[in-house]
Every structure is written in C-alpha cells, then in structure tokens.
C-alpha cells in the first residue's frame, strides 16, 4: 500500500490510502461539530424547558437532555477517539513501511459506517428536537 519514490527511497502515501486519511480527518472535524451543536442544543433546551408544562413534554425533554448527555459526554468522545488512533496505526504503519497490516483497511471501512450511522442518527435527533422546540417558539 505503500509507494517507493523514484531515487529518494522515501515513502509517499498511495491515493487510496491518502483518501482515507482525508476521510479520517473530515470525520474528524465532524465530530468538533456536533460537539458545538450538542452544546447548542442543549442552551436551547433550557432556555424553553420551562415553556412545557405537560408531562408528557417535560418527559421529551428530560430524553432529549439525556441523549445530549450521552451523545456529547461518552459517544462523541469515543469516535474521536477511535479516529485518533486509526490515524496513529496509519502512521506506523507508513513509519514501518508495513504494507501487510491489512486490517487498518478493514477496520477503516468499519469505522467509517460506524460514524455514518452515527450521522444519520444525529440528523434524525436534531430534526426531531428542533420540531419539538417549535411547539413553543
């Protein structure tokens, strides 16, 4: 996976291993992101919470906090984790010049549906608290 240059003898990244490192940091970026929404979301939540006077409501938001909790406190952290040190393996293994360690390709390809799904969920999470805010705005 890796390529010798002509008369250097140094390394460079294949283009397939150079786009999942770009993968890798966009994810990244991504989780900073959602860290500064969550934190949003949840200035928004307690400027409103008091508008929701049903048990009910009061339940919804009491969920939507805990998801925030979770997903800002535990989940999100994990993901950058993960991230980090699947980038650290790329790195010894081009610091090695391993060719073999194949099982970076296939924790990558896991990784990336992993962070995939967590969008997805994400998306849905903040459609449905924005729509639930909008009950009382």
Do not use: C
């Amino acid at each position: 996976m890796i390529s010798p240059t002509s008369i250097t003898g140094s390394y460079i990244l294949q283009p397939s291993l150079l786009e999942k490192h770009r993968k890798t940091l966009s994810w990244l970026s991504a989780t900073l992101l959602w860290q500064r929404e969550f934190h949003f979301f949840q200035k928004l939540l307690d400027k409103n919470a008091s508008k929701f006077t049903e048990v009910e409501e009061k339940q919804k938001v009491d969920h939507f906090q805990n998801l925030i909790l979770y997903y800002n406190s535990e989940l999100i952290i994990e993901l950058q984790k993960k991230l980090r040190d699947h980038e650290n393996r790329l790195a010894d293994m081009l610091k090695t010049k391993d060719e073999l360690k194949t099982g970076y390709f296939k924790e990558h390809e896991a990784l990336m549906q992993e962070l995939e799904a967590f969008n997805s969920r994400f998306v849905e999470y903040k459609e449905e608290l924005f729509e639930f805010i909008e009950k009382v705005m």
